[in-house]
């Protein structure tokens, strides 16, 4: 029966991790409605809080249109360093669109020292 239950809760988990990411993904589409005034007026404030909730869930998605906020004040104050910490972390988690704001600010000296050879290496290794 021990087993029995481990693979049950297992399960469970499994679906609620699904129905969590399924969830951001709806959290994040209703941002981006905000944000560009589809199907309702441009709210940047609600914009930035529908963003920093999804990045709280671990989306990488969410997580990458957060630093986005960050880096161009949408709902917020512009933080060129939080949008660095935000994109590092999307990164990290194997994003495609964090690695290439991740080359870019290695690219352009964005909170970083200009290294295009790191650039390049980000861009190259996220392509195999």
Excluded: P, R
């Excluded at 960050?70 to 590092?88: A, D, M, P, R, S």
């Amino acid at each position: 029966m021990g087993l029995e239950l481990i693979q049950t809760i297992k399960k469970q988990l499994n679906y609620i991790i699904k129905q969590q990411k399924e969830h951001a993904s709806g959290i994040n589409n209703l941002g981006f409605c905000y944000k560009n005034g589809i199907g309702t007026c441009i709210d940047k404030q609600k914009t930035f809080k529908l963003y920093q909730k999804v990045a709280d869930l671990g989306s990488a998605v969410g997580i990458c249109n957060l630093a986005w906020c960050y880096y161009k004040g949408i709902g917020t104050n512009v933080n060129i360093h939080k949008t660095f910490e935000l994109i590092q972390k999307a990164a990290d988690l194997g994003s495609s669109t964090g690695i290439n704001y991740l080359s870019c600010c290695h690219f352009y000296g964005i909170e970083s020292d200009i290294n295009k050879q790191k650039a390049f290496e980000l861009v190259q290794n996220a392509a195999i």
